[in-house]
């Protein structure tokens, strides 16, 4: 195609239908157009890969914005959080659970087993009212959690999610974030349990490892135990993971659910 234009504009100049002067106009705009045109395909592809991202970034938009409901205040969770006949139905009428009624009590570990959509992270992510019940009812400790402040529920749940998000600081300030006035020795308590003191430790600076800089070097699953630390360092009597050991090896997973049994 460049050759095509190149024998079509210089024969013209040689016919003195074009001057010199309209040979360099004419080919640096040909030369700013091809341009353009051969990065489209790329341009797209990046489009592509962003609109995922830019579909959670419309979804959290469209939310509703969510008011702190008033109510009682909650010490801790003695005994149980108990699900009532609980359906939820998303606004574009997809239903994610149906009837359902459970317990959690308290001191004993609850694996939700089941395939890809199943409906195990709309489940969790009603205990701390991520999403309220389209039908049924909560109740933590025998109180309806409509009767109980918004922000009290979520005082006493730690959730830990599946996408791990971590900050460009310290391992040790990533930690202590779920628990700002930590001490240095409750943050290493936490990693131990979590299975991740043992390669922080190996690392040259240890706790204060910028992780900005080093990001690469740390696989997922390493970031997924630092996760967990701070799930387990925030003081709440309820901890939710995840799918908390999709990227770990099978002796570091066997470890986990051995340090959270007896956590618990």
Known sequence: MGFIAFYFISSRVIEGVLTPGDYGVLFY???WLSGAVTALPYLWIRIQADVPGIRRVFFLMDLPSEADRSGEELESINNA??????????ADGRQALDDVSLEFKKGEITALVGPTGSGKTSLAYLIPEFYAPTRGSIEVDGVDTQNIALSSIRSHVSYVFQETQLFSDSILDNI??????ASREEV??????????GFIS??????????GTVTSKISVGQKQRI???RGLLKPASVLILDEPTSALDPETESYLVQA???AA
Do not use: C, K, M
């Open 29 to 31: 705009y040909y030369s």
């Open 81 to 90: 959080i108990t699900l009532h006949r609980v359906s939820l139905t998303f």
């Open 176 to 181: 202590r974030y779920g628990n700002p006035t």
């Open 188 to 197: 290493e308590r936490a990693a131990q349990t979590a299975g991740a003191h």
């Open 202 to 211: 190996d690392l040259p600076d240890g706790y204060e490892t910028l992780l």
């Open 227 to 229: 996760a967990i630390a």
């Open 260 to 262: 959270l049994h007896e």
